[in-house]
């Protein structure tokens, strides 16, 4: 399974933005890259996911550089319910289950 | 739509006993998937049904761990002979018949201690 490597820990204002990197330096030309979160007593719950190109929806943005080696989830306007562990996983095509780093532990503060 | 729900959502067991978590799917969700959570890290894999068939199991899930889902709804995961080290959150998750999106719905989990 390819490697993603996060920052163990970000912190942030509530209403900036806030972008959460990932290298994936080993990402292949069939990996998707996923984004997750878990909010703290919850399951994780699905955020964005993208191949090559920059994709956006209601949750957050995702901008993938053009040589797919890192990639940065944005939160264009974090409030406090955003505060969570994120994950960045790549997935190949047709693979079921979830490679499950260690995340990124967000903070925001009021 | 309730989501997916796991049964118990806390379980305290003494070593060498056996445990049996039960987690329901979405309806209409033909995929199923078991996750392990220890603290301070992420969820591991370990098994994953499309409908009643088992597809895919993990190396961690040994052969005291057996999970079934016997008529492609509703999945059971046992433990048997328990030890301290099994103690986790357990997570379960459904996904619907391959979608572009392919996200995957996770229950709120079954939190196991072994004393």
């Known amino acids: 399974d390819a490697k993603t490597t996060q920052p163990n820990s970000m912190e942030s204002n509530e209403e900036e933005p806030v972008h959460l990197p990932c290298n994936h330096s080993t990402i292949s030309g069939t990996d998707y890259i996923h984004w997750y979160r878990q909010l703290p007593s919850q399951g994780p719950e699905y955020v964005i996911h993208g191949l090559t190109s920059n994709v956006n929806n209601r949750m957050a943005s995702l901008a993938i550089a053009e040589d797919r080696k890192s990639s940065t989830l944005i939160l264009h306007r974090a409030t406090l319910r955003d505060a969570a562990v994120y994950y960045c996983?790549?997935?190949?095509?047709?693979?079921?289950?979830?490679?499950f780093g260690q995340g990124t532990r967000l903070t925001i503060n009021p | 739509d309730t989501g997916v729900s796991q049964d118990p959502r806390h379980k305290i067991t003494k070593r060498g006993q056996n445990v049996t978590f039960r987690c329901d799917p979405i309806?209409?969700?033909?995929?199923l998937y078991w996750y392990r959570q220890t603290l301070g890290q992420g969820p591991e894999f370990l098994t994953y049904?499309?409908?009643?068939?088992?597809?895919?199991k993990s190396r961690l899930l040994s052969d005291r761990f057996s999970a079934e889902r016997p008529k492609g709804s509703f999945s059971t995961l046992e433990i048997q002979r328990t030890e301290q080290g099994d103690s986790a959150m357990y997570l379960c998750?459904?996904?619907?018949?391959?979608?572009?999106?392919?996200?995957?719905?996770f229950g709120p989990g079954t939190r196991l201690t072994v004393t």
């Open positions: 309806s209409e969700h033909n995929r």
């Open positions: 996983i790549l997935r190949f095509q047709g693979a079921q289950k979830l490679v």
């Open positions: 998750a459904s996904s619907p018949p391959l979608t572009e999106n392919d996200e995957q719905y």
């Open positions: 049904f499309q409908n009643e068939a088992q597809l895919e």
